[in-house]
């Protein structure tokens, strides 16, 4: 399996809304609602901020949302906070396996 | 509060092995897939591998597949990467993460990893 497609950057001012996509094929996010993003800062470890396409684990704030339609999912991060400044992965699973997208920095202007 | 501790990274030279733990602490490993990620330096995530609850079922990315063997010991809360004929690929920070809980034989699928320990770096240089 390919890595999913996600955009290199995206960037926002404080308090905006931005989206970060993210795309595979039918054999993995089109395929199953098994869809989680993480967040990482820099020298950290990846953080899950959504599973199963649109849940939150507890502790992570409502700003943080998740869709899908057909190949392609998103992630939704509404009132921009400079905490959020951060690399941003999707993850899928592809039957038997995982398969990350290619990472989106999010930058907070 | 759920630690992961990995431990066994290096400095190795290219086509030779390197055997990755794990320490997982204050949850009940025995029920809990986990599972293997990998980031080379500056770049982004791969998952690596897989293995239920039980040892039963074990998964492997296609890099992976003949050289890497996931392993667990439940006695002992440890994880294990083996990992054979390494190369300069292979050079990375490999993170532990906690799986999903798994009951009445079967694990749920979805990568709810909530949990993941600070890595350990395996460089392949010679």
């Known amino acids: 399996h390919s890595a999913l497609t996600q955009p290199r950057s995206v960037s926002g001012s404080p308090g905006q809304s931005v989206t970060v996509s993210c795309t595979g094929t039918s054999s993995d996010v089109g395929g199953y609602n098994f869809v989680s993003w993480f967040q990482q800062h820099p020298g950290k470890a990846p953080k899950l901020m959504i599973y199963d396409v649109t849940k939150r684990p507890a502790g992570v704030p409502d700003r943080f949302s998740g869709s899908k339609s057909g190949n392609t999912t998103s992630l939704t991060i509404s009132g921009l906070q400079p905490d959020d400044e951060a690399d941003y992965y999707c993850?899928?699973?592809?039957?038997?396996?995982?398969?990350f997208g290619t990472g989106t920095k999010v930058t907070v202007l | 509060q759920v630690q992961l501790v990995e431990s066994g990274g290096g400095v190795v030279q290219p086509g030779t092995s390197l055997r990755l733990s794990c320490a997982a602490s204050?949850?009940?490993?025995?029920?809990?897939?986990m599972h293997w990620v990998r980031q080379a330096p500056g770049k982004g995530l791969e998952w690596v591998a897989g293995?239920?609850?039980?040892?039963?079922?074990?998964n492997y990315a296609d890099s992976a597949k003949g050289r890497f063997a996931v392993s667990r010991d439940n006695s002992k809360n440890t994880l294990y990467l083996e990992m054979n004929s390494l190369g300069a690929e292979d050079t990375a920070l490999y993170y532990c993460?906690?799986?999903?809980?798994?009951?009445?034989?079967?694990?749920?699928?979805?990568?709810?990893?909530?949990?993941w320990g600070q890595g350990t770096l395996v460089t392949v240089s010679s």
């Open positions: 293995i239920w609850n039980d040892g039963t079922h074990k």
């Open positions: 993460a906690r799986g999903t809980y798994c009951s009445d034989g079967s694990c749920y699928s979805g990568a709810y990893w909530n949990y």
């Open positions: 993850c899928s699973y592809a039957g038997k396996s995982y398969v």
């Open positions: 204050e949850f009940t490993f025995s029920t809990y897939a």
